[in-house]
């Protein structure tokens, strides 16, 4: 995935990627899931107009930028 990407976020919104993923501070030392867990955020910007950060594994890819 990468910035520009179009994706499903949550199934139901479109949203563009605007950032590379990135290891969730949780996942770090001293986080609340090291070191059982590692998952990747990423900022997106929905067709509402909200900008987040989801996990990776909840986006779903529609299209990818040229």
Do not use: N, W
Not at 6 to 30: K, T
Not at 52 to 64: M, Q
Request: one cysteine or more; charged letters at 25%; glycine letters at 14%.
């Amino acid at each position: 995935m990468k910035i520009g990407d179009l994706v499903f976020v949550d199934g139901y919104e479109v949203g563009v990627v605007m950032s590379e993923p990135r290891l969730s501070e949780d996942c770090l030392p001293g986080g609340e899931a090291y070191p059982y867990e590692h998952y990747y955020l990423v900022e997106v910007v929905t067709q509402s107009g909200g900008s987040e950060s989801y996990e990776e594994e909840d986006l779903e890819p529609v299209g990818e930028a040229g």
